[in-house]
């Protein structure tokens, strides 16, 4: 199997696993910590419509399982990342710095989203990796944005390539306003990038 088939495939299965658990995800942070917040109206009626995608256990252990399932997304999406930096190239001190930032900011929220739910709930790492999510959100977007408006000045990928990019940033946005969560809220952008473009990167021609 073409390694852009391999690369492709791991891309569309980490969005699918963001995307499928991003409302139950959701809704179980505000059943087991959410007591006093307002709950928006989207996540709280998805949570009424499928109760059992909740109550399956502890509210704080599906809360938590949901979590560490979420934190294959980012791994998964690397290898993608690393074939797009090579289609699109870097050439100008713009795309430079826009893949160096868009990079690390992927990589802190990877970090993040381990020691959010990888750790015993009361361990300290929890607070930490919350943080890494929420900073690694922003490092992503303003990298995303930026390698964006750098691959829409060359003609080395397709524009809607660089048009996705640049988009991960609002998308991420409307998705903390849908649902109220991070780190489900801030990937979605990110997570609907990888979708599009891992099935694009099957249905490629390339040799590789």
Not at 8 to 22: K, M
Not at 56 to 68: I, K
Not at 141 to 156: C, P, T
Not at 166 to 180: D, E, H
Request: aromatic share 14%.
């Amino acid at each position: 199997m073409k390694t852009k088939m391999i690369v492709g495939i791991l891309a569309i299965i980490a969005a699918l696993i963001a995307l499928l658990i991003t409302m139950p995800f959701a809704a179980a942070y505000f059943r087991a910590y959410g007591s006093g917040q307002v709950v928006p109206a989207l996540t709280k009626a998805f949570g009424r419509a499928y109760p059992n995608l909740l109550n399956f256990d502890r509210a704080a252990w599906v809360y938590q399982l949901y979590g560490r399932l979420y934190s294959l997304v980012i791994p998964l999406t690397i290898p993608a990342m690393l074939r797009l930096k090579e289609k699109i190239g870097i050439d100008t001190r713009r795309s430079l710095w826009g893949w160096r930032v868009f990079y690390w900011g992927v990589l802190m929220f990877g970090l993040g989203v381990f020691g959010d739910y990888w750790p015993n709930p009361n361990s300290y790492v929890v607070g930490a990796g919350f943080l890494l999510e929420i900073v690694g959100s922003l490092v992503i977007w303003v990298g995303a944005i930026i390698f964006g408006m750098a691959a829409l000045k060359g003609d080395a990928v397709p524009r809607w390539i660089g048009v996705g990019l640049v988009g991960i940033a609002p998308m991420g946005i409307l998705g903390i306003l849908l649902t109220g969560h991070i780190p489900a809220g801030p990937l979605l952008g990110y997570v609907m990038f990888w979708l599009v473009t891992g099935y694009s990167m099957l249905r490629s021609k390339d040799e590789k």
